[in-house]
């Protein structure tokens, strides 16, 4: 049979994969380069199924947030128009998953840091595996920006250097007013003025 | 129709991979892990002891599957590497070469798939409370008995991980980052968090 089925399971986490390969680009028999359908079975909670957008979704939004979270990055909800978001809900993370089709709830799925761990395992693997020739268009993994970090610092933590400053500058300048200037120094013979000499 | 079983990606085939990722990533010599970095990944090894008692062995053993022995041959060697931590009380000077910074970063990368079993439970929020906090206390006492053993306890960095009411938020952002850490992409996020501009 062509049609092809790959399983990846990691604890609570099992991905399903169902695609043929796509023989128009010379792909032969045990690749997937077509994607028909998947289903996500997270155990305790709920299953998902969908399309490829639906499931690239979900691989560009969930793999670039656990590098924010190695970061220690929190992310807030951004994008409503996006099938799949991911955030930082207190001390779990917050998926919502919007339907394309009419009429269907967003559903919202919290998951704890193990189930997130899971699910990034199973990911990983889709990515890397090499039966699964299809490009997912996911960003490599790079170093924060600055201004990543800095945005994801709090008021007080952006705001200290500058105050520090500030205070410093202020207290230093005031110190120097308040100090008396020398009026006669010793040792130091005043300028003679050789113009009026003449 | 083809379904293979959940463990497709044996351990040979991690393995295998990681060694070619290696070998790729240890030649582009573009990364320089700062200060903070290298507090991190060291921190991140002290972690794994904390979990497995017998993780000095399980480290070479690692180092040996995943093909860092040249690297790794005995524990002086890797305690040498380990030791350009600054927050050490014996620490070293000097920079590390990106090959040693690459086989370090593998080396946890591999232990962290090894311990996933731990870490999943410890991050777990479905475990029974009273067994996750047991968990946490025994966690967290032998993590701090091997910081004290091994830094500098008049270090800043140090008395906060012993003493902040902010250390178990930190305890559990490392045993985080090392189950992120533990999948197939897991070297390449975790090298890239490493080389973040705060470190």
Redesign the interface.
Known sequence: ?I?????????LASLEIEGLPDFSNGQTE?IIGILSSWKLTLI?STELEGKKEHLQALITQV?PY??K????ISTRKVNNLLPVNISNYG??HLMSLSSSREGVQPLDLYL???????L??CL??I??DSRILIDWDIP???????GE?VRNSSILERTMPFFTGAIALIVTSGLLVILPMPTNIEGIVPKQDFSSNN | ????S?DF?NETGFDS?LQEQSTKLSLSPK?HIGRKGLERLDLLLVVIEALDLNSSDAMLWTAKQIGFEETFPNSVSLWKVRSHNPLRKAHRRGNLSSMDIDALIHLVCSLSKRL?PL???L????EPSELSRERWLKFDERFKDLIKERMNTRRVAIQNILTSNESMTFN??LV??L????????F??????L????N
Request: aromatic share 4%; charged share 30%; hydrophobic share 30%.
């Open positions: 049979m049609k092809q089925k790959f399983i990846y399971n990691h604890n045990g305790g793999l656990a590098r979270q190695i970061s220690g001390d779990k704890d840091d193990a189930e997130l761990s899971d990034v395992f990983d693997e990515r890397h490599l993994d790079k170093p924060m920006t600055k970090l | 129709m083809n379904e293979p959940s990606h991979s990364g996933y870490l999943h439970q991050l777990s929020s479905k559990r952002n985080l980052t189950a992120l850490s533990s999948g197939l992409g897991g390449d996020r975790l090298r890239a968090s080389l973040d501009p705060s």
